[in-house]
């Protein structure tokens, strides 16, 4: 085990998710899978800066898994309110095949930067994953406790940075998530120095492709990006000046990592 990450609960919405993830830790073997997506990213940073209303999961074999991966799943025993299933948890997973990705062919890879992008750093993230033990703290009664793999930081920069600028209108929320998720990934001094190395080494020239999109949505589009992460769900702020900066730190550092 890795460590132990501790998340403070004060809404339940962070125990819920962790019954779902539960569920699924028993129902599947934690090697074949990967938490990444939202819940992963406040593990890797150790607070629920924001909500998520379902878990993401990378997997190597889905054909042999069971139903639980991808499907709505209970996430409290409780009997729903008037029939509505508002308590249940969506469990998504990205099949990401057997080969790890600094062996895949680069001639079998898309010839598009960002479908390109996301077959990589999907499956990169499963290769690179490590276990954590998930701590919901709770005001009352018994701390919730899920131990599995979970996407590494640098994964995680790299796969919000091609999901980020593809999410169609009706989803802009989703952007904005991603946004703040990478503004918080990349500002934080503890990872950032993990993430610069491990993107300077990822396969395939993943890591100068990220290192070029953080210089365009952090430097060269920072105002944009700001207003995006304020319109969101969490009505954060932003500015354009910390994008920069945020930016201009993580290229500082690559280019000798690189």
Known sequence: ?????????????????????ERLVTSVSPEHFALIGGLAVMARLGQAHRGTQDIDTTVDQQGAIPSELDVVVDADTAP?????????VKIDSIEVGYTPAADLNPADLPDE???????LSHRWAFDTASALALRCLQRQGPDTVVA?????????????????PRRPGARVHKAANDYLDLALLLSN???????????????????????????NDFIDDAARISSSIHRGPTSRRVSPDELSQIGRRFIEMFAPSG
């Not at 930081?153 to 091609?162: I, R």
């Open 113 to 119: 930067e960002f479908p390109r992008a996301f077959v």
């Open 148 to 164: 599995c793999r979970v996407a590494s930081p640098a994964a995680l920069v790299a796969m919000k940075l091609q999901s980020a």
């Open 189 to 215: 001094l503890v990872l950032l120095p993990q993430i610069v190395t491990e993107l300077a080494h990822s396969p395939h020239g993943l890591g100068a492709w990220c290192a070029e999109r953080i210089r």
């Open 1 to 21: 085990m890795s460590g132990e990450v501790r998340l403070l609960d004060e809404n339940g919405e962070t125990r819920r998710l962790l019954l779902a993830l």
């Open 80 to 88: 729903y309110e008037g029939g509505r299933a508002g308590r249940r």
